[in-house]
């Protein structure tokens, strides 16, 4: 069980001209038994900040503390952690539970303790029958739960888990987000999950911490970071489809606001964005989530936005429109029931639930907060 | 029909390269086994044939001694190169120890033809480290193989093990232990592919052996070279000599291949 503590923790790689800045000073404290979800796109840090925690790669600066030691010169055999890695790194030449036995027979438990161990992670994981296996003889699959297994066995201080699903089918990787989720639950032990797939990231996380260039861009709990995203690229970022944003101007008209887009006029009541009043008059970009329209007004101050239908994706148990706001304004899309009937071409009114309306300030792409009335 | 066709083709061009390569190796058969006379007739012929020139190679020459230095020199030379090699290549694998240049200077060292080696190195033996023949022609033998089969290793130590190691760091290994007990033994078949390879630089290597040897630590290449006198070229018990010779490097050549091939595949294990 483990804390794990980042103080302005960086990491360059190279030096002179071609050095790399692939993590930049970033500050986090993740709490014992937490489950961290370390989300971003390709390249923005997150495997090189899993790795400074593992220590298989040197801090360039700042201070990296476990329960509250700094540990930025511990080696890595010796922080008693567990990563699990992409590409699940399995001994090849070794079974399945030789794989399993390496790291608690370097640490001299007594064969009793270690047969033990592996027998109750092998039926935890179902694995039993390929512990005399070579990894060369498992499926993806197999090799995933063998590599979650060779870290459960070492019942380690936190596990670090580097994309371990993104090499797995759509349907074993949601199998398995459930099974991490349980374990999780019945461990109690600190995990720091490393992910690009939002979804993970929405579901499995107790905690999301979003990276982008090498920073931290927003840290909260998974609906808290759905609903009040720090900036565009959060709101771009979450959910599929994700939130749609497009620019307008934010106008006063006597007691009440008014967002002018191409297209559109959505009117927000000022009481329920006390902190808006201030932008009056400026450029802003609308933030409105797919969800967040509906064919039936709804939510406590619902505005009509005329649309024409672009494409259709129906999905089932849902559809996603593809839509195009007024003439000639922004597409956008909805997230609607399946039971509608649509065609391209076709007009359509929806009604945005303008309650949850987001706004960002072009030059900074932070959100603007609706202030102290923000009703959800 | 046209696939068939072109196998054909392929199996034709292969056929000769083949041929090419191995008619010197029967001519010298032919001959190893026939005499003097018959063995410079054109056309060829196959006359009486025998194991004359070969129970003379053995009875009349000092081929066991040759063959037993060949194979102290050889062997002794690649078991002190292998291990020293394998940690070159892992330093430079691993740490980028001397980055591309120090590569890159390895394989041109290889371009350097002995020749121009062979007086310094006869310079630096008789000055600064006068030991026995043997002794010499293995120290000669490990300074010019090391760094070749450093070389040929330096992939077998690249991305794949690395992340292992990384696994078994976090495991609780030292740098040592992860070494040893991971990356040695799944790089194996390429440092065997290595070994057999300097093995065989070894036993065919002549001029160092030639300058540094006296007439006790003469190797097979020399004691083949001295079959060939003033007197005249005793081609017949020379052939069988040589096929001789080659025996050991012909057993080993299938391994060499297969485990070139297990190494060079071994990115498929992930
Ligand atoms: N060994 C390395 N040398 C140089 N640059 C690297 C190295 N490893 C990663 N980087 C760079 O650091 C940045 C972050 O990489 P990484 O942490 O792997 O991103 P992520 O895991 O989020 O995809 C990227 O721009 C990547 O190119
Ligand atoms: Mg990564």
């Given at each position: 069980m483990a804390s794990i503590e980042l103080n302005s923790v960086s990491r360059i790689y190279g030096s002179g001209a071609s050095a790399v800045h692939a993590v930049k000073g970033i500050d986090l404290k993740i709490e014992d038994g937490e489950f961290m979800i370390?989300?971003?796109?390709?390249?923005?840090?997150?495997?090189?900040?899993?790795?400074?925690?593992?220590?298989?790669?040197?801090?360039?600066?700042?201070?990296?503390?476990?329960?509250?030691?700094?540990?930025?010169?511990?080696?890595?055999?010796?922080?008693?952690?567990?990563?699990?890695?992409?590409?699940?790194?399995?001994?090849?030449?070794?079974?399945?539970?030789?794989?399993?036995?390496?790291?608690?027979?370097?640490?001299?438990?007594?064969?009793?303790?270690?047969?033990?161990?592996?027998?109750?992670?092998?039926?935890?994981?179902?694995?039993?029958?390929?512990?005399?296996?070579?990894?060369?003889?498992?499926?993806?699959?197999?090799?995933?739960?063998?590599?979650?297994g060779r870290a459960l066995v070492r019942e380690p201080r936190a596990f670090l888990l580097d994309e371990p699903l993104s090499n797995l089918d759509a349907k074993l990787r949601s199998v398995m987000?459930?099974?991490?989720?349980?374990?999780?639950?019945?461990?109690?032990?600190?995990?720091?999950?490393?992910?690009?797939?939002?979804?993970?990231?929405?579901?499995?996380?107790?905690?999301?911490?979003?990276?982008?260039?090498?920073?931290?861009?927003?840290?909260?709990?998974?609906?808290?970071?759905?609903?009040?995203?720090?900036?565009?690229?959060?709101a771009g970022f979450l959910a599929t489809p994700p939130m749609n944003l497009f620019p307008g101007r934010l106008e006063a008209r006597g007691d009440s606001l008014v967002l002018v887009a191409e297209g559109a006029e959505i009117p927000v009541p000022a009481a329920t964005a006390p902190g808006w009043g201030g932008h009056a008059g400026r450029e802003v970009i609308i933030g409105l989530r797919p969800e967040h329209l509906a064919e039936a007004p709804e939510g406590p101050a619902p505005a009509a936005l005329q649309l024409s239908v672009e494409t259709v994706e129906a999905l089932g148990p849902e559809t996603i429109l593809n839509l195009r706001l007024g003439r000639n304004g922004p597409e956008i899309a909805a997230r609607l029931p399946a039971d509608g009937d649509w065609e391209a071409g076709q007009p359509v009114t929806l009604h945005a639930d303008t309650a949850r309306l987001h706004l960002f300030d072009p030059a900074t792409t932070r959100s603007i907060p609706r202030g102290a009335a923000h009703a959800l | 029909m046209r696939p068939k066709l072109a196998v054909l083709a392929r199996h034709l061009v292969l056929a000769?390269?083949?041929?090419?390569?191995?008619?010197?190796?029967?001519?010298?058969?032919?001959?190893?086994?026939?005499?003097?006379?018959?063995?410079?007739?054109?056309?060829?012929?196959?006359?009486?044939?025998?194991?004359?020139?070969?129970?003379?190679?053995?009875?009349?020459?000092?081929?066991?001694?040759?063959?037993?230095?060949?194979?102290?020199?050889?062997?002794?030379?690649?078991?002190?190169?292998?291990?020293?090699?394998?940690?070159?290549?892992?330093?430079?694998?691993?740490?980028?120890?001397?980055?591309?240049?120090?590569?890159?200077?390895?394989?041109?060292?290889?371009?350097?033809?002995?020749?121009?080696?062979v007086l310094p190195m006869f310079l630096v033996f008789m000055t600064l480290l006068p030991v026995p023949g043997l002794v010499a022609i293995t120290i000669a033998h490990v300074a010019v193989n090391l760094p070749f089969m450093a070389w040929i290793m330096v992939s077998f130590f690249d991305a794949d093990t690395r992340s292992l190691e990384e696994a078994a760091r976090s495991d609780g290994a030292s740098r040592w232990q992860a070494f040893r007990m991971i990356t040695v033994p799944v790089a194996m078949p390429g440092i065997i592919a290595a070994g057999l390879l300097g093995f065989i630089m070894s036993w065919n290597e002549f001029l160092y052996a030639l300058i540094l040897g006296d007439h006790g630590s003469q190797t097979l290449a020399v004691g083949l070279a001295?079959?060939?006198?003033?007197?005249?070229?005793?081609?017949?018990?020379?052939?069988?000599?040589?096929?001789?010779?080659?025996?050991?490097?012909?057993?080993?050549?299938?391994?060499?291949?297969?485990?070139?091939?297990?190494?060079?595949?071994?990115?498929?294990?992930?």
């Open positions: 370390f989300l971003g796109p390709s390249g923005c840090g997150k495997s090189t900040t899993l790795r400074m925690i593992a220590g298989l790669e040197p801090v360039s600066g700042g201070d990296l503390l476990i329960d509250g030691a700094r540990v930025n010169d511990v080696d890595p055999a010796e922080r008693d952690l567990a990563i699990v890695f992409q590409n699940y790194a399995l001994y090849p030449h070794m079974t399945v539970r030789a794989n399993m036995a390496f790291g608690l027979k370097l640490r001299g438990l007594p064969r009793s303790e270690i047969d033990t161990r592996i027998a109750d992670v092998a039926r935890v994981l179902s694995v039993e029958p390929l512990l005399n296996r070579r990894p060369a003889q498992l499926s993806g699959g197999q090799r995933q739960r063998v590599a979650l987000r459930t099974e991490l989720v349980k374990l999780h639950r019945k461990l109690g032990t600190t995990m720091v999950h490393v992910t690009h797939d939002q979804v993970e990231a929405m579901t499995m996380g107790t905690r999301i911490c979003i990276m982008r260039g090498g920073e931290i861009v927003q840290v909260g709990r998974p609906q808290e970071v759905y609903r009040n995203p720090a900036d565009t690229f959060v | 000769g390269f083949s041929a090419a390569i191995a008619l010197p190796l029967l001519w010298v058969l032919r001959v190893s086994l026939t005499d003097k006379l018959t063995a410079y007739k054109l056309p060829p012929e196959i006359g009486q044939i025998g194991l004359h020139n070969y129970a003379e190679v053995l009875t009349q020459y000092d081929f066991g001694k040759w063959f037993g230095n060949s194979v102290a020199v050889a062997v002794a030379a690649t078991l002190v190169s292998l291990p020293a090699a394998a940690m070159m290549a892992y330093a430079s694998a691993r740490y980028r120890t001397g980055g591309w240049p120090l590569l890159l200077g390895v394989l041109a060292s290889q371009m350097i033809p002995p020749i121009v080696l001295s079959m060939e006198t003033h007197a005249g070229v005793n081609i017949a018990p020379l052939a069988a000599a040589t096929l001789l010779a080659l025996a050991p490097v012909l057993v080993l050549l299938p391994f060499l291949q297969k485990y070139l091939i297990k190494g060079l595949s071994l990115g498929a294990l992930k």
